[in-house]
C-alpha cells in the first residue's frame, strides 16, 4: 500500500543508528536461516526491546552494547549468576525486567533448547513473562513474520491516522489498534515496517508539538 511504502522509504533514510540494528549485531532476516545466526539475533532484538522499555533509548545504548560484550548468547546469559545480572542492569531501574530476562533465558535453554520460539501470538510457546508485543517484534523483525506490534508509539501513530477520540485503554480500541498494524505488516519486510512505526512515533509523531511537516505519513492522516 501507498502507507507502507511510504513507511519503508522514510524508514531506509531517517533510523537510527543504533547498536542492536549494526551488522555486527543483527542481519537482515532474508538473509538468514533459521539457525545459529537468527537466534543471536533473537537474542540481540529480545535484550534490546526489554532494555527499551520505560528506558529512554539514549540511555540504553551503553548497556545494551555492556550487556551483549559481557553474555553475547542466550546460553551465557542463563549460566550467569542474578546477581551479576543485576549488576550490569543497574541504572537502567525496574529490576523485575532483569530478574525476568534471566528466568526467560533459563527457560530457553532448558526447556526450549536453547532456541526462540519463531511464532509471535501463541504465547504459550513463550518463557513465561514475554508479552504479544516482544513477542511480536522478535518474531517480525527477526523471523519476517507478518504481525504487527503495538507499543505506545504505534498506538499513537495508528490513533492519529485512523482518528481514534476513544480513551486508547478501553478494549473495542486495543484490539482494533493490532488490527491496524497486523494489517500494515502483512508485507515482503514486517520487521522495517513494525521498526518504522516505532521510529516514527518516537522521532515526528510525538506525545507534544509533532511535526506533521516532515511526516511520510501526513496526506494520510
Known amino acids: 500500500s501507498a502507507i507502507q511504502h511510504a513507511l519503508i522509504q522514510w524508514y531506509h533514510q531517517h533510523q537510527r543508528v543504533l547498536p542492536w540494528r549494526q551488522p555486527s549485531v543483527r542481519r537482515s532476516a532474508e538473509s538468514m536461516t533459521h539457525g545459529q545466526d537468527s537466534n543471536t539475533m533473537a537474542y540481540a532484538v529480545w535484550i534490546s526491546e526489554v532494555m527499551c522499555q520505560q528506558t529512554q533509548i539514549s540511555v540504553v545504548t551503553d548497556y545494551f552494547e555492556r550487556w551483549i560484550a559481557k553474555w553475547p548468547t542466550v546460553q551465557a546469559l542463563a549460566a550467569a549468576q542474578l546477581s551479576d545480572v543485576h549488576q550490569a542492569w543497574a541504572g537502567l531501574g525496574y529490576y523485575s525486567r532483569a530478574t525476568r530476562l534471566h528466568e526467560a533465558a533459563q527457560y530457553i535453554v532448558n526447556q526450549l533448547d536453547g532456541s526462540f520460539p519463531t511464532v509471535a501470538r501463541l504465547i504459550f510457546c513463550w518463557p513465561p513473562g514475554v508479552g504479544p508485543y516482544t513477542a511480536s517484534a522478535v518474531a517480525s523483525i527477526v523471523f519476517a513474520k507478518r504481525v504487527g506490534v503495538v507499543d505506545g508509539n504505534v498506538n499513537r501513530v495508528l490513533s492519529r491516522l485512523g482518528g ?57 492522516c
Open 164 to 220: 481514534i477520540a476513544v480513551p486508547l485503554t478501553q478494549d473495542a480500541a486495543k484490539k482494533w489498534m493490532w488490527r491496524q498494524a497486523d494489517t500494515l505488516a502483512d508485507h515482503a519486510a514486517p520487521g522495517q515496517i513494525n521498526q518504522a512505526m516505532m521510529e516514527l512515533g518516537a522521532l515526528i509523531c510525538t506525545p507534544k508539538s509533532p511535526q506533521c511537516h516532515a511526516c511520510p505519513l501526513a496526506e494520510h
